[in-house]
């Protein structure tokens, strides 16, 4: 393939919110039914089914965000104060927050210097026995290593939980994220590879926890077994909160569901020629880029690159500015943040390769909408890079 760089002055936007052709009629539809109130209306229905199909999870409760589906999650869990729930330090806050509401310390524990993810030989260390659950987060749709934290987990009697906010789509030896888990989290915020703006599902996949489940997200109440005839009136029955998306919202999720097919195939797309493009380049340099293990399939949530320091991260960070291209850092560690601190512990070990890869990571634009053109001028600003030390080596 050869790259054309063209003389654009626009920049590169880190990412652009997709929206196809039917989201505008959906939502129009929903208004005109006149039943824009959760759980169950028609379009709820319509995207629990294709969220089920999409992860081979059993059930999918839509919910305002991912981070209240963990909330739910967290509900579930019925902790009490100073019990700990083990997650990742590089991770987005409510992988740890959505426990800590629910009066839990979170433990963190380092990540794996390839995929990123909770590294999983770190976990039984972190273990004690006030160790309620192990919350894992799929970086970038890559997963994390199941099978070993799956055995941990069993060894110990612990429910897994997956933050799958990133890996909608995405697999581990056949079978799709989200659905590994006791409890698996999607986010449909804007950045997100779906949206409806904020949105989010529980994917329930133990199926002994879904009628408190659907009880938690509805104030506490048996409504939905209420609509569903199976009591003759509904009650406070459980802690709970409200934790439902409207229909309005549903519809729109509807229609990016059913054009998840084509998303996925612009995003990989993108992904796969950053990643076939820039690999001379990142090993002549060395910059790392991502990793995906045998067995895993990925969702293209991500294309990101770690230079081996800070200081090439910012000099990266300025030559893509100054070539009109727009990338980002990620996360910053919960461990040394302020709350982190405050309400969690870090495991024994500390989490050196968090801390380095904080420092480091840069995400590059990717979006379904991305034009090849768009494409090749940020693979050419990347490859017209060279790290400082290298000249005067
Ligand atoms: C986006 C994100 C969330 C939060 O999703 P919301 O739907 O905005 O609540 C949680 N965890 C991770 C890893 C995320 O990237």
Redesign the pocket.
Known sequence: MTLITQASPETVPLYVPYVGAREESYVQEAIASRKLDGPDGPFARRATTLLERYTGSPHALLAP????ALEIAAFLLDLEPGDEVIVPSY??P??ASAFVLRGAVPVYVDCRPDTLNLDERLVEAAITERTRAIVV?HYAGVACAMDEIGEIAGRHGLPVIE?N??GLTGSYHGRGLGSLGALGAL???Q??NVQCG???ALLVNDPALLERAEIVRDKGTDRCQYFRGEVDKYRWVDVGSSYLLSDMLAAFLTAQLEELPDIQRRRLGVWDTYHRELAGWAERTAIKTPSVPAGCTHPAHIYYLVPPDAATTGALLDHLAGHGVRAAIHFQPLHTSPAGRRYGRTAPGGCPVTERVAECLIRLPLYAGMTGAQVARVVDALTSFEPRGKESR
């Open positions: 965000s991912c981070t209240q991770t987005f409510p992988t987060m933050d906010a990133h986010s449909f915020q950045t997100k904020e949105g989010g």
